[in-house]
């Protein structure tokens, strides 16, 4: 069970780690438009807050690897900690901006979260 949990951690920071490229570096392009459903005027004038967001997502990336790679109980405390920050903010997201983010945050998070504590 401990490497599936590892597993499905790892994909959660890849996860939050793709958001941060689309969020900094692509959301005026055309990746970026189709997430967000902006046209070009649109995407402009909200890249920097989408920035923002996207340097938030690495935060949760690194705290999922620093989780990965930290010693005992350490390890499993950040795990435990970002994967619950990553669900919070997906149940936000899903509340207040799209639905769709339960599924594509939320959702994985949690599934990740169940795997650590039941690797425990």
Known sequence: MRVTADV????????HAYFLV????????AAGRKLSGFDAALARA????AANQGLYNGFLAAG??????????TGF????????????AGLY???TA???????????????????LLAR
């Open 98 to 116: 799209n639905r769709r983010i339960l599924i594509a945050q939320a959702l994985p998070g949690a599934l990740a979260l169940g795997a650590v």
């Open 22 to 29: 689309l969020e900094m570096f692509l959301w005026e392009r």
């Open 46 to 49: 909200t890249a920097p807050l």
């Open 8 to 15: 499905l951690v790892g994909l959660v920071a890849a996860l």
């Open 77 to 88: 405390q950040a795990q435990v900690f970002f994967l619950s920050c990553v669900i919070v």
């Open 93 to 95: 997201g899903a509340a």
């Open 64 to 73: 999922l690897v620093w989780g990965l790679i930290a010693a005992e109980p």
